[in-house]
Every structure is written in structure tokens, then in C-alpha cells.
């Protein structure tokens, strides 16, 4: 199908150009931006006056929950919601039931994800048998699958020696190690931030030196392996002067920060509200602003939506028994031009966190608009506000500590390989 975008305002955040222009697209590609090529006829035309056209958003972060926790989700729902959200490619963590450490299980994913038309799926592949943490999985296998890097996704890997095995493994291979900073031991029970509130709540807390120790040993590692290390979902101020510091000297290494870590705190878990139980827990304020500042100075790479679909069940329980995590596909747009605006940061520069460097980090040639490029896009009002309600969001989980908030950016279509897959 040929589509022709006119009147939009079109942010190509790889050249950081921000222009009125029309986007011309053809057999899945942008065919043209400005004029439109010789003999163009469009089969349908999109006015886009008033709208931003971007590429497409791109999350690192997405549990899908499939297979094996259908109860909570289902590709299709959740694909429906990161269409819906803007997302046209996302990488879905291992920690699946069973664990994505066999090809033919990668292969099932992508093949259904295919068949469903929506947004692109990477899998992140298991770094050990049955995320156990002792035996390496067959990383060149699983990357033949599909697999576009290897976690361990919120499974603990408590033996420093398997990290360093699996690190030399990947590098070998210039295969890329995704790991999220958390020492074990050190979060063990803990429910919420160590902290004023959680003491006076009397919550098992996690220190923030549960980052900090679990970062040392990453980065100690990481320098003596030379592998490629993608640090997920940062939430202390340590840890990101941590990185700030190993960047300067040198590492290969990139770092992610969770939507809602740079908007709440701990204080938003006000008397047990158990909506605002993640994992990593709601930091301080001095953390917050750490994580704002970080990203916005490119300490910090990418902001992701660390969607974590929960039921009901599962949530409508004391604090300290709910499940962590919160839907979050729909609110990536919204959360990252929440922060832009409130930090100053211009919107081609603000829409790299969720476009063009998640796609570096990926290895995949998207997330930016011109001729040539993949047709992913996101059409967006950036002036309009919606309010988050259970009935708005298309994901089978409905949980989230933004329920109620009037948020901006509404998507007025998301445009996959050239298609229209979502249209508000």
C-alpha cells in the first residue's frame, strides 16, 4: 500500500531535525520526505496538521507473558497494547515459564508474533539453563532463533564465576549480556526503598547499595571481558554515577531507565498502595532526580516501560504480598514527554530515548525517518492529554500507579512496515 503523511510535523531524532514535510511510504519503506517521488499515487492519505510523525517507539523491556502466564496477558493483548501505545518493536525479557533458553521456543515467539501483525518482537535470550545460574545456555543457537542478546531477566545470578564465563562466552561472540543490577542477597524480602517511609511502615526494605554492589561486580567484569553489557532498569543516584564513571573510562556500555522511576518515588507508595510495588522498589526524591538528570545528559541511553502486566488477584493484597510491576506499553510516550517537558529537553532529543538508540542497542536499522528507512511510525498529538483508565488501556493488565492521571501525547496512528496497525 502507498500512503502519503501530509502537514505533519516530522522529527527524525538520528539527524535531530524537526520540519513540516510530507512522508511519501511505499512497500513497507519511507519512499520519500519533501517531495514526493515521480508517479507517486497514494492509496490513502493521512492529514497529519498538528500531529508529530516519528518513528516508531522502541521498548526494551516488555513482558508479553507467553508462554505460560496467560492468565496475566497474552501476545496478542499486549501487542494490541503496544500498537495502541506507539511501540512498533519491543524486546521481551526470558523469564517466561518455560524460560526462552531453547531455539524452538524463540522460534515459537517469533513465528506467532509474525502472524499477529503488529508490533516487531526481539526476544532476549535465557544466559543460563532454565535462568538456574549455573550452565550457559547455546547462545550462537539461540541467536540463530532470533535472539538479539542474553539476560537472565529478573532471575538472580548469584555466582560471580558463571557471570564471568557467560561474559567471555558472549564476547567471543560479540554477542551482547543485558543484566539488571541487583545483588541478591542484599534485596532478599525487601519490599520498598530503604528509607524514612519504609521504616516508619515497617516494610522489608532493599538498600540502594543492592544496585551499587551488584553494578561494582558487572563493571569489574565487564572491563575484564571487553563484552557489551546493557544495564537494565537503573534506580539509584550511586548507580548512575557509576555509570557516568565507567563511560568517561571508557566501557562498552549502555543503561536504561524505568518510565516510572523517573516520574514517582517512594513517597507515591502513601499507605500501602500496592500499585506502587515494583522491582527495583520506588526510590527517594535524590534518586528521581539523578535519574532525570542522567538521562537527560545521555548518562542514561534509553528510557523503557518495564511493562509488567499483573492481575487483579495479584495486586488486591497487602503491599507486601503484591506481585511488583504494572502495565506500561501504553504509557511510554506519555511518561517520556512528561519528563521532556518538565526537564526542557527538546522533542527530537527526548524521542532518541524511545526511538533511534534503543535501536543501536537492538543491532536493528529502525527508529529513524527518511528515504530508505523501514515505514515504523508513530503519529502522535503532542498537545492533547488523555486520562489513564482501566477501560483506555488495551493491555490485559490494567494496574498501574498512573490510574487516573491526565498524561500528554495521545497516538493518533502507528504505521508497522507501512502498514496502519492502529488508528485513534
Given at each position: 500500500?502507498?500512503?502519503?503523511i501530509?502537514?505533519?510535523?516530522?522529527?527524525?531524532?538520528?539527524m535531530?531535525?524537526?520540519?513540516?514535510?510530507?512522508?511519501?511510504?511505499?512497500?513497507?519503506?519511507?519512499?520519500?520526505?519533501?517531495?514526493?517521488?515521480?508517479?507517486?499515487?497514494?492509496?490513502?492519505?493521512?492529514?497529519?496538521?498538528?500531529?508529530?510523525?516519528a518513528?516508531?517507539?522502541?521498548?526494551?523491556?516488555?513482558?508479553?507473558?507467553?508462554?505460560?502466564?496467560?492468565?496475566?496477558?497474552?501476545?496478542?493483548?499486549?501487542?494490541?497494547?503496544?500498537?495502541?501505545?506507539?511501540?512498533?518493536?519491543?524486546?521481551?525479557?526470558?523469564?517466561?515459564?518455560?524460560?526462552?533458553?531453547?531455539?524452538?521456543?524463540?522460534?515459537?515467539?517469533?513465528?506467532?508474533?509474525?502472524?499477529?501483525?503488529?508490533?516487531h518482537v526481539?526476544?532476549?535470550?535465557?544466559?543460563?539453563?532454565?535462568?538456574?545460574?549455573?550452565?550457559?545456555?547455546?547462545?550462537?543457537?539461540?541467536?540463530?532463533?532470533?535472539?538479539?542478546?542474553?539476560?537472565?531477566?529478573d532471575?538472580?545470578?548469584?555466582?560471580?564465576l558463571?557471570?564471568?564465563?557467560?561474559?567471555?562466552?558472549?564476547?567471543?561472540?560479540?554477542?551482547?549480556?543485558?543484566?539488571?543490577?541487583?545483588e541478591?542477597?542484599?534485596a532478599?524480602?525487601?519490599?520498598?526503598?530503604?528509607?524514612?517511609?519504609?521504616?516508619?511502615?515497617?516494610?522489608?526494605?532493599?538498600?540502594s547499595?543492592?544496585?551499587?554492589?551488584?553494578?561494582?561486580?558487572?563493571?569489574a567484569?565487564?572491563?575484564?571481558?571487553?563484552?557489551?553489557?546493557?544495564?537494565?532498569?537503573?534506580?539509584?543516584?550511586?548507580?548512575?554515577?557509576?555509570?557516568?564513571?565507567?563511560?568517561?573510562?571508557?566501557?562498552?556500555?549502555?543503561?536504561?531507565?524505568?518510565?516510572?522511576?523517573?516520574h514517582?518515588?517512594?513517597?507515591?507508595?502513601?499507605?500501602?498502595?500496592?500499585?506502587?510495588?515494583?522491582?527495583?522498589?520506588?526510590?527517594?526524591?535524590?534518586?528521581?532526580?539523578?535519574?532525570?538528570?542522567?538521562?537527560?545528559?545521555?548518562?542514561?541511553?534509553?528510557v523503557?516501560?518495564?511493562?509488567?502486566?499483573?492481575d487483579?488477584?495479584?495486586?488486591?493484597?497487602?503491599?507486601?504480598?503484591?506481585?511488583?510491576?504494572?502495565?506500561?506499553?501504553?504509557?511510554?510516550?506519555?511518561?517520556?514527554?512528561?519528563?521532556?517537558?518538565?526537564?526542557?529537553?527538546?522533542?527530537?532529543?527526548?524521542?532518541?530515548?524511545?526511538?533511534?538508540?534503543?535501536?543501536?542497542i537492538l543491532?536493528?536499522?529502525?527508529?529513524?525517518?527518511?528515504?530508505?528507512?523501514?515505514?515504523?511510525?508513530?503519529?502522535?498529538?503532542p498537545?492533547?492529554?488523555?486520562?489513564?483508565?482501566?477501560?483506555?488501556?488495551?493491555?490485559?493488565?490494567?494496574?498501574?500507579?498512573?490510574?487516573?492521571?491526565?498524561?500528554?501525547?495521545?497516538?493518533?496512528?502507528?504505521?508497522?512496515?507501512g502498514?496502519?496497525?492502529?488508528?485513534?
Amino acid at each position: 500500500m502507498r500512503i502519503a503523511i501530509l502537514h505533519g510535523r516530522v522529527i527524525d531524532p538520528v539527524m535531530r531535525t524537526d520540519r513540516v514535510a510530507p512522508v511519501y511510504l511505499d512497500d513497507g519503506l519511507v519512499a520519500a520526505v519533501g517531495a514526493a517521488p515521480a508517479g507517486f499515487h497514494a492509496d490513502r492519505t493521512i492529514e497529519a496538521s498538528g500531529l508529530v510523525v516519528a518513528p516508531g517507539l522502541i521498548d526494551l523491556n516488555a513482558r508479553l507473558r507467553e508462554p505460560g502466564q496467560e492468565h496475566k496477558a497474552t501476545l496478542d493483548s499486549e501487542l494490541r497494547a503496544a500498537v495502541a501505545g506507539g511501540v512498533t518493536r519491543l524486546a521481551c525479557p526470558p523469564d517466561t515459564d518455560p524460560p526462552l533458553d531453547e531455539p524452538g521456543l524463540v522460534e515459537m515467539l517469533t513465528r506467532r508474533a509474525r502472524h499477529a501483525s503488529r508490533a516487531h518482537v526481539h526476544p532476549v535470550g535465557a544466559l543460563t539453563a532454565g535462568l538456574a545460574g549455573a550452565a550457559l545456555t547455546e547462545m550462537g543457537e539461540l541467536a540463530d532463533a532470533g535472539c538479539v542478546a542474553y539476560s537472565q531477566g529478573d532471575a538472580p545470578l548469584p555466582d560471580a564465576l558463571v557471570m564471568l564465563r557467560a561474559m567471555q562466552y558472549a564476547a567471543t561472540f560479540r554477542h551482547r549480556v543485558w543484566l539488571r543490577p541487583q545483588e541478591a542477597s542484599l534485596a532478599r524480602g525487601g519490599v520498598a526503598h530503604e528509607g524514612e517511609l519504609s521504616t516508619r511502615l515497617g516494610l522489608p526494605a532493599v538498600p540502594s547499595c543492592a544496585e551499587t554492589v551488584a553494578l561494582a561486580t558487572i563493571l569489574a567484569l565487564a572491563r575484564e571481558t571487553g563484552v557489551h553489557v546493557h544495564l537494565q532498569r537503573l534506580s539509584t543516584a550511586e548507580g548512575v554515577a557509576m555509570v557516568r564513571d565507567a563511560k568517561r573510562a571508557g566501557l562498552a556500555l549502555t543503561a536504561e531507565v524505568a518510565a516510572h522511576h523517573l516520574h514517582l518515588c517512594d513517597m507515591d507508595i502513601g499507605w500501602f498502595d500496592a500499585q506502587a510495588r515494583f522491582d527495583p522498589p520506588l526510590r527517594g526524591t535524590r534518586d528521581r532526580a539523578a535519574l532525570r538528570a542522567g538521562l537527560a545528559d545521555g548518562t542514561i541511553d534509553v528510557v523503557s516501560s518495564d511493562h509488567a502486566p499483573v492481575d487483579d488477584d495479584a495486586k488486591q493484597v497487602p503491599f507486601g504480598e503484591a506481585e511488583p510491576g504494572a502495565t506500561g506499553l501504553e504509557l511510554l510516550l506519555s511518561l517520556t514527554l512528561k519528563w521532556a517537558e518538565e526537564e526542557h529537553v527538546a522533542l527530537p532529543e527526548a524521542l532518541a530515548r524511545v526511538t533511534c538508540a534503543p535501536a543501536a542497542i537492538l543491532g536493528v536499522a529502525a527508529g529513524r525517518i527518511a528515504a530508505g528507512a523501514v515505514a515504523d511510525l508513530c503519529v502522535f498529538d503532542p498537545t492533547a492529554y488523555w486520562r489513564v483508565e482501566r477501560k483506555a488501556l488495551a493491555s490485559q493488565g490494567k494496574n498501574t500507579p498512573f490510574l487516573g492521571h491526565e498524561l500528554p501525547g495521545v497516538v493518533r496512528f502507528t504505521l508497522v512496515d507501512g502498514a496502519i496497525v492502529h488508528e485513534a
